[in-house]
Every structure is written in structure tokens, then in C-alpha cells.
């Protein structure tokens, strides 16, 4: 055997998850970590996938992770100042470390400790969401990255471990914000994307795409399905920007469209519990209620401002970025985070994903139906 064959064999059996492998193979058992996830979605949890693209939909350059105590600061690929809710939900439930973004380096052999992170910025539920951002991953890519990884758990375990094992895992999906800013928003000329379909015909489509990808993780596995509703993206600062919207005003006309949405969205989940329940059972989350509460309610949050991003200023096109050869932000930034419900033009601060998770934890039908996440987490079928 030559050096280098030698030396990739003994990185290989050096690799802590190759005795883990071993461990499970000859102990004829199920790997019973205290939390998994599989997450799936856009920028609101993507944790770094864009890094690793072509893509202008990126954040990896500060302030943005200036909060996010893992990284000491420093950017990580989410789109926030600190954790994303996924982030914040995982570790609630006892999850010592984040899912690693699919395209990072050595991700696929972490896949059987604590669950993989697809998402990714710019991305939807509809393949040709956030064309003009170049590079992404569209909804049915990410599921199809998941079979890969659930692959290499197979050739580890076997066909029924793996079963049982992703049995217990929750596989959330936060997505389809995109598909709705890339068809409210104003067409880009000679770039073909006017609206050549109907308000129904297009939510038809959302709707009919998760429908195909809700049934894929079915039969890859997936048991405990978490599905997040469309946030009031009437009421972000970039909508209100480009609609002229004065301050404290949003869309009506946007967040009727995301209504018709998560209406339509609940009847699907609804109609996979009946036909799959109950050893499989889909969530409803509640994010546009929940996130609109708050923006109503904001200053019994603790909250001083809920119309305007921290970071990127007040007007487009709202860059949120920092000069590396600066201390200081090169683009506005807010003095107190704590006390903003917008980092940036589309994605809330850790403080208001903080609030969002504890509702999606532990709140009531309102929230998340038919179960919260915390009893999903403990569900048994």
C-alpha cells in the first residue's frame, strides 16, 4: 500500500465517528443522541450553505454572527447577529452542538451524531426561486442531498437502523418567504419573470412542489415533520421600502397573499396527517401570527424598534456589511440589537427569534398545531 493510501486509511479509522460506526454495527443498536435534526429552508436557518457558492445571497462577512457566541463574532453563513430559531430550538431540547451546513467539509460523516443543515439563502420551494442571486438550493436539491447523506447512514447501519434512527429525528422545513418576495416584488426587465400566473395558480404550485417534497422525506423516513408558515413579509423593512409604505404601515395587499398561503398550506398538513397519521405526523407552525404579535405588540417585548433593520440602514439597498479594514461598521448599525426586531432588511435579530422559538416550544394550537414542538420532539407513534 503506498503512503498516502496508508495515511487516508488511518484518518479514516482515526475519524471519532468511524468508532461510533463500529460501535453501533456490533452492538446491534439504534445511536439514541439526545437530538437530531435534519433541517431544511432559505436564510432564515440557513447556517452557512452559501459559503460554499456562486451566490450574491451571502453572509459572511461582519457584523452579521456578531452575536453568536460559537463563532466568538465572527460570520458563520446566517443571516441574523446570533442564532437562528433552529439554532435556539435545537439546543432547547438538548442538542450540544448546531447540524453543519450539507456543503461544509466533513459534514456527511456528522450526519448520524446531530443531523444536517440543507438551507440556503435565496432559496424556495419553486426551482427558479432567486434566479437573480445566482447560486442556491431549491428545495428539491436540498431533499435530494438529504438521500444522499441518508445513504451513508444506511452503509453504516443498515436499512432498519436507519429507519428507526430518523424515526426520532425532526425534520423541519422553513422556506417558500422567497417564492412570495420573487413574485410580489417589481418584475426585472428582460429577465422574462412577470407575473404570467394568477394568485391561485401560483400558490397552487407552492403548495403542489411541498407537496411532492413532503411526500419524498416520507418514504426517505421522516416521521416528525415541522412545516413554518410564511412570516407577514408585508411588514419587513425591504416590502416597506419598495412599496413606499410610511413607517409602522405594511403590505396589505403581500400579507393577504401569505394568509392565502399558510391557509392553503394547513389544509395540506391536515390532509397528511389523516393519510399518514399516526406513525408520521406534520406541524403546523404558526410564524405569522407569532411574528406579527410581536410587531404589533413590540414594545411589550422589550423591543424599542419594529420597523426599521439594525444593520444596512433605512433605504435600499440596504447593505449590512463591515470593512475588513475597518472597526467600525461600514453601513448603519443599530447601537442596541436587544432592542431591534429587524437585523436587516428581511431577517429578525436574534431577540425576536428568541421569542418566536419559545411560542413554537411550548405555545398553545395558536402556535403551532396540532402539537407544539416540544411534545413532537417526545411523540411516540
Not at 158 to 165: A, D, I, L, S
Request: glycine share 8%; aromatic share 12%.
Amino acid at each position: 500500500m503506498h503512503l498516502k493510501e496508508k495515511m487516508k486509511t488511518l484518518k479514516i479509522i482515526l475519524n471519532p465517528v468511524f468508532f461510533i460506526i463500529l460501535i453501533l454495527l456490533s452492538s446491534h443498536v439504534v445511536p439514541s443522541f439526545s437530538f437530531t435534526s435534519f433541517v431544511f429552508g432559505d436564510s432564515l436557518v440557513d447556517a452557512g450553505n452559501n459559503d460554499y457558492l456562486l451566490t450574491l445571497s451571502k453572509a459572511d462577512s461582519p457584523p452579521y454572527g456578531i452575536d453568536f457566541k460559537p463563532s466568538g463574532g465572527q460570520p458563520t453563513g446566517r443571516f441574523t447577529n446570533g442564532r437562528t430559531i433552529a439554532d435556539i430550538v435545537g439546543q432547547a431540547l438538548g442538542a450540544k452542538s448546531f447540524p453543519p451546513p450539507y456543503l461544509a467539509p466533513n459534514t456527511q460523516t456528522e450526519a448520524i451524531l446531530r443531523g444536517i443543515n440543507y438551507a440556503s439563502g435565496a432559496s424556495g420551494i419553486l426551482d427558479e426561486t432567486g434566479f437573480f442571486f445566482i447560486g442556491r438550493i431549491p428545495l428539491r436539491e436540498q431533499v435530494k442531498y438529504f438521500e444522499q447523506n441518508r445513504n451513508y447512514v444506511v452503509n453504516a447501519m443498515g436499512e432498519n437502523r436507519t429507519r428507526e434512527f430518523l424515526k426520532k429525528a425532526i425534520f423541519s422545513l422553513t422556506i417558500g418567504s422567497n417564492d412570495i418576495l420573487n413574485y410580489v416584488q417589481p418584475s426585472i426587465p428582460f429577465l422574462g419573470h412577470d407575473k404570467l400566473f394568477p394568485t391561485t395558480i401560483f400558490l397552487d404550485s407552492m403548495i403542489s412542489n411541498l407537496t411532492i417534497q413532503l411526500k419524498r422525506l416520507h418514504e426517505l423516513g421522516a416521521r416528525k415533520l415541522l412545516v413554518v408558515g410564511v412570516g407577514p413579509l408585508g411588514c419587513i423593512p425591504f416590502v416597506r421600502a419598495f412599496n413606499l409604505l410610511p413607517s409602522g404601515k405594511c403590505s396589505a395587499e403581500v400579507n393577504a397573499l401569505i394568509q392565502g398561503y399558510n391557509e392553503k398550506l394547513k389544509e395540506l398538513l391536515n390532509r397528511l396527517n389523516q393519510e399518514m397519521g399516526p406513525e408520521a405526523i406534520f406541524v403546523f407552525a404558526n410564524s405569522y401570527d407569532i411574528f406579527m404579535k410581536i410587531i404589533v405588540n413590540y414594545h411589550q417585548y422589550g423591543f424599542e424598534n419594529a420597523h426599521e433593520p439594525c444593520c444596512g440602514g433605512y433605504f435600499p439597498p440596504f447593505i449590512c456589511f463591515k470593512s475588513p479594514n475597518s472597526k467600525a461598521s461600514t453601513s448603519a448599525l443599530c447601537n442596541d440589537r436587544s432592542k431591534y426586531v429587524f437585523w436587516d432588511a428581511y431577517h429578525p435579530t436574534e431577540a425576536a427569534n428568541l421569542i418566536i422559538a419559545k411560542e413554537l416550544l411550548d405555545g398553545d394550537e395558536g402556535s403551532s398545531s396540532p402539537i407544539n414542538i416540544r411534545k413532537l420532539y417526545n411523540y411516540n407513534s
